[in-house]
């Protein structure tokens, strides 16, 4: 029984637009430290696990090989989606590389982690849930009524329910009342025990999976196949309906970076920060002083300047979806 680390790696990161683009999403970009947010993922958890299993695509496959070269970690397993088809498909190809008791710990390649041996002690408290058959997600204790992150119902390892990205008062209640944790999207279970509850509650996917994955040229799954896999979340099509799953309460400092606003609470807290100026958050190699002006985002990169209100962090994957449609050349 090994392992597995899935590291999944498809994401664009629309809300950090321009630091983050389609050449280069935010998992590449090289803004902590000398490492990325892909280096660290994989460095963090091949500390835990005994192989590693990567599920790219084909425009970014070439970025995590180069990454992988630069920390001296090799994958045991390529996995290239010629068509993103959302996360309960990516974590089936990685679950149909490994044996069917190989424990595999899904993880996405953009979230940062703070606290190593917190996140150790939870990776193997899951471990020993998915050995006995569980499928496992990950519930951060909520620090703040953030409405940018799905919720989980818990008592004690139990869920009670999964909830959606709720408005700014549902968030405050469910700060308050403390029976609700952040969903993570990090996930520990058997490889078999997710096929066999993928193809019970969503059949077209497990087939249609499959059908890709039995099919994949020198590890590059085939466009034809891929177009015909149903594009669901991992949250939607198994998590919220298995009646199999259990959660790890944890604590070690993760966010998945999702927004400025986020990223901002993550470099406020090192001192030596350099893009941090009091309560404004500024990427940009030019030098940039700002005056009498609060709370601000200003990001410079390329061809393209943001400048925002850092409470209005989510809304620039608006911005972003209205360029893919107006001017594509500025996201590439």
Same mark, same amino acid.
């Given at each position: ?63 995590? %090989? ?98 959606? %990205? ?118 940009? %190699? ?47």
């Amino acid at each position: 029984m090994k392992k597995v680390n899935i590291l999944l790696t498809g994401g664009v990161g629309s809300r950090l637009w321009p630091l983050s683009k389609k050449s280069r999403p935010k998992q590449y970009v090289p803004i902590f430290g000398d490492r990325t947010l892909f280096q660290l993922s994989a460095l963090r958890n091949v500390a835990v696990t005994d192989e590693l299993a990567v599920i790219c695509n084909e425009g970014n496959a070439d970025l995590s %090989k180069s990454n992988l070269e630069q920390i001296d970690i090799s994958a045991d397993n390529w996995i290239v989606e010629s068509e993103a088809r959302n996360t309960a498909a990516a974590v089936a190809f990685g679950a149909l590389a490994c044996n069917e008791e190989d424990l595999m710990l899904v993880t996405p390649a953009d979230h940062i982690i703070s606290d190593s041996q917190a996140y150790k002690a939870s990776v193997k408290r899951a471990f020993e849930l998915a050995a006995e058959g569980s499928l496992v997600t990950f519930g951060l204790k909520p620090s703040r009524p953030e409405t940018g992150y799905g919720y989980i119902e818990f008592e004690g390892e139990t869920v009670r329910s999964f909830k959606e %990205k709720p408005d700014l008062k549902t968030a405050k209640s469910y700060l308050k009342e403390g029976r609700f944790l952040w969903n993570s999207g990090i996930f520990c279970m058997k490889a078999g025990v997710y096929l066999r509850e993928l193809q019970k509650y969503r059949p077209d996917i497990a087939d249609s999976a499959r059908k890709a994955f039995e099919n994949r040229s020198n590890n590059v799954l085939p466009a034809k196949e891929s177009s015909q896999i149903p594009s669901e979340s991992i949250d939607f099509a198994v998590m919220e309906n298995s009646q199999n799953i259990k959660v790890v309460p944890s604590d070690f400092g993760w966010s998945d970076l999702g927004s400025y606003e986020s990223l901002y609470d993550y470099f406020s807290a090192d001192d030596e920060s350099n893009v941090v100026q009091g309560t404004n958050l500024v990427f940009s %190699k030019k030098h940039v002083e700002i005056i009498g002006l609060e709370n601000l985002v200003v990001v410079e990169k390329d061809d393209a300047i943001l400048i925002l209100p850092k409470d209005q962090s989510q809304s620039v994957k608006d911005v972003f979806q209205r360029l893919e449609r107006e001017r594509p050349e500025l996201l590439e």
